[in-house]
Nanobody, 128 residues
Framework: QVQLVESGGGLVQAGGSLRLSCAVS????????LGWFRQAPGKEREFVAA????????VYADSVKGRFTISRDNANNTAYLQMNTLKPEDTAVYYC?????????????????????WGQGTQVTVSS
């Protein structure tokens, strides 16, 4: 059973930065994809960013493009989400997830249905 554990959430003022980490319990196939999603109170879970474990391809939601950066460290089996210029509307529980689906395009992985393992989430709160 694969486990994903997020960390790095917290309270930050608008304009600040946070870096989230997602530790994966087992070695990840280079063809797999790691994604970040978020869910704000009263809203549906939404896609944030995804990366192929090989690192060759990334995709971002328009709302975070230019502010967030997704990356991974193969040696430590860990993925990261660097979040800069945070806004109050970024407040949410952030989840990482792994997809073993082999798709033809990184853009396919904006759908949460393709992910088979999820972490427990980490809270990010941005104050105005």
């Amino acid at each position: 059973q694969v486990q994903l554990v997020e960390s790095g959430g917290g309270l930050v003022q608008a304009g600040g930065s946070l870096r989230l980490s997602c530790a994966v319990s087992e070695r990840t196939n280079s063809r797999y994809v790691l994604g970040w999603f978020r869910q704000a109170p009263g809203k549906e879970r939404e896609f944030v960013a995804a990366i192929t474990w090989s690192g060759g391809h990334t995709v971002y939601a328009d709302s975070v493009k230019g502010r967030f950066t997704i990356s991974r460290d193969n040696a430590n089996n860990t993925a990261y989400l660097q979040m800069n210029t945070l806004k109050p509307e970024d407040t949410a529980v952030y989840y990482c997830a792994r997809s073993s689906f082999i798709g033809s395009s990184i853009y396919t992985y904006r759908s949460s249905r393709l992910y088979d393992y999820w972490g427990q989430g980490t809270q990010v709160t941005v104050s105005s």
